[in-house]
């Protein structure tokens, strides 16, 4: 006979946890449903997938799709990985990822919440569905961050490279804008500044959004590289290199990509005249897939011997 569901310990739910691999309030439930049962416990988790999609957890998940969506003053990016681009084809996962990203308009770019949030209506989280595709799918997946952007007046538009459907690619950008400006003319300039920011990968607006230490480093290398100056002359040379990192990597000093001509500063008091009233550029996010992930390297021999080994198990 079981353990009474008061008398499950903290040890219990550790033994089980180590046993399978299982996250923490898994195993927990598992072991209310069995009565504390350890082994049944097992055998539950088993078939709900989730002791076999923990087995999965260390597989690298680099691949998959970035999630977009703009709904007129709000905007929600999202980025969900899997091990391979084979499973990011797949029309279960492609389903999946549009459904987090729609649900990420509601959680305003929290992370917590977004994987606590009910998943398309039912009473399973984000994050438990998640864990079931994992066990159906065969792969190690997860959400790795989202993003949200909204305006009080104005437009957040989009844009996704590498699209495989609407709203899905391997890149995703969000533009906010803000103005009383003519909404459509605002949305067609946010969408051309949207794919300037994904061609050009801007770190932040101007430089007074760039973090202080990075803006240090870069002065840091023109001091060593200049040593021997005279003082005056360096603080010359630093506020001339200051100049030029704003035009490679802030968004509003950058050449405009429409027409290099211009910077996007003066691109934006372009669409001004267009749109009928002045434009801010409130924020953007730019998702590339799987970027700042460590991703494991193989050499070919290595590989084809590995999948030998798998196929003769």
Partial sequence: MGTPMADITASMVKELRD????????????????????????????????SKAAGKADRIAAQGLVGLVAKGRQGAVVEVNSE??????????????????????KTNGDLAKLLAAPYSGGKETVEEHVKEAVATIGENMGVRRTGALTVKEGVVADYVHGKVQDGLGKIGTLVALESAGDEPSLFEFGRQLAMH?????????DLAGVPADTL???????????????????????DSGMKSYAKE??????????????????????????????????????????????????DFAAEVAKTAAAAAR
């Fill in 216 to 238: 240090e480093r870069e002065k840091a290398i023109l001091r060593d590289k200049n040593q021997g100056k005279p003082a005056g002359v360096i603080d010359k040379i630093i």
């Fill in 197 to 205: 920011i994904a061609a050009t990968s801007p770190l932040a607006l």
């Fill in 84 to 105: 391979t681009d084979f499973v990011a084809r797949n029309a279960q996962f492609q389903e999946m990822v549009t459904t987090i990203t729609d649900l990420a308009l």
């Fill in 19 to 50: 046993k399978t691999g299982a996250g923490m309030m898994d195993c927990k439930n598992a072991l209310k449903e069995t009565d504390g049962n350890l082994e049944a416990a097992v055998d539950w988790l088993r078939k709900k997938g989730l």
């Fill in 249 to 298: 990597y802030t968004l509003l000093e950058q050449s405009y990509i429409h027409d290099p001509s211009k910077t996007v500063a003066q691109a934006v008091k372009d669409a001004e005249k267009v749109a009928g009233s002045a434009i801010k550029v409130a924020g953007f996010l730019r998702y590339a897939l799987g970027e700042g992930i460590e991703k494991k390297t193989e």
